[in-house]
């Protein structure tokens, strides 16, 4: 890692993907903490487009509800039979972390912002939870799945068709002794200078 460094950088490449994610998850003061950290991204024209939703303990059970009901509606629309694997797998997929945070960037129905703007701030409120939890110790992943694109998902997290779900946070705690490397691209193929 480079030496120009402080608490915040770290952070930022510490995070990596986990998919499994063990108890004990974040504390209800930490949920709070990961939770303002989301609100604290910018939005242009401060119409705040954020809506978390929050999953812990049974809700993640009952969701899968929710998920497994979506999945047969694609699939009838699709003309696929999805089998009990994937149907199980649709039911469970909360159960994978002991904090799931659904992050949705909802339209201001009277101020007019860009789609990519609105989608842009909901994935900074979604990087600042990443970075804040990671920085308190806890692994996490950014997931998304035709779950995030449906509508059936859309409504029953309380926002419209026509919101964004930005994707679904999993939160929790990481195996003992799990070494993880940071994503640390090589910057020659992202980056160029404009000489003046
Ligand atoms: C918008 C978005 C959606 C993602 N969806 C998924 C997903 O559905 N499943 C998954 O395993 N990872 C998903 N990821 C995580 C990426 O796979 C991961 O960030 C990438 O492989 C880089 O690895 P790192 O996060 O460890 O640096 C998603 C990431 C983003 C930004």
């Known amino acids: 890692m480079k030496s120009q460094t402080n608490a915040v950088i770290q952070a930022i490449f510490k995070r990596r993907s986990i998919g499994r994610l063990k108890k004990p998850g974040p504390s ?112 996490s992943i950014w997931r998304t799945g035709s779950a995030a694109y449906d509508t059936e998902v859309k409504l029953a997290l309380g926002v419209r068709e026509d919101d964004f779900v930005i994707g679904f946070l999993y939160f929790g705690s990481l195996d003992d002794g799990l070494e993880l490397q940071p994503n640390d691209p090589e910057l020659s193929a992202i980056v160029s200078v404009w000489e003046g």
């Open 28 to 139: 209800e003061a930490e949920l709070i903490t990961i939770l303002r950290s989301g609100a604290a991204a910018p939005d242009h024209k401060l119409t705040r487009p954020f809506w978390f939703v929050v999953f812990e303990g049974r809700a993640r059970e009952e969701f899968g509800t929710v998920m497994v009901e979506s999945l047969m509606k694609r699939a009838a629309a699709e003309n696929f039979t999805p089998t009990q694997g994937q149907i199980e797998k649709e039911r469970s997929k909360f159960l994978r972390a002991p904090l799931v945070i659904a992050v949705v960037a909802i339209r201001h129905r009277d101020i007019h912002v860009p789609d990519q703007e609105i989608i842009s701030a909901g994935a900074a409120a979604a990087q600042n939870m990443l970075i804040a939890a990671t920085s308190l110790g806890f692994g």
